[in-house]
Nanobody
Framework: QVQLAESGGGSVQTGGSLNLSCVYSESTYSTNCMAWFRQAPGKEREGVSTIYRSGYATYANSVKGRFTLSRDNLKNTVYLQMNSLKPADTAMYYC????????????????WGQGTQVTVSS
């Protein structure tokens, strides 16, 4: 079973930046697609970004132009660079892995990390 470990969360002010990392324990079919989701208190989990093993990434409209997702297949790590952060970005961020990137549908991802908290203050 693949395991994921996120890091890099924290508290920043509006306009600040954070870089989240997610290390996956092994490279398998289950990690063809890596993704980040987030969930704010009282809200549903939403997709933030996905990335194929090739490096092709997709983004939710709410983060497009501000977040950049990349992956290093040799280090089994994905990185979510978050710039120009807003209070609306405050949430628990979860790394997820799955065999394919399917429109950021959380049900398609079978492996999840424990989450890392991101808090943006105004």
């Amino acid at each position: 079973q693949v395991q994921l470990a996120e890091s890099g969360g924290g508290s920043v002010q509006t306009g600040g930046s954070l870089n989240l990392s997610c290390v996956y324990s092994e490279s398998t079919y289950s990690t063809n697609c890596m993704a980040w989701f987030r969930q704010a208190p009282g809200k549903e989990r939403e997709g933030v970004s996905t990335i194929y093993r090739s490096g092709y990434a997709t983004y939710a409209n709410s983060v497009k132009g501000r977040f950049t997702l990349s992956r290093d297949n040799l280090k089994n790590t994905v990185y979510l660079q978050m710039n120009s952060l807003k209070p609306a970005d405050t949430a628990m961020y979860y790394c997820a892995a799955g065999p394919a990137c399917s429109e950021m549908d959380s049900a398609k991802f079978s492996v999840w990390g424990q989450g890392t908290q991101v808090t943006v203050s105004s």
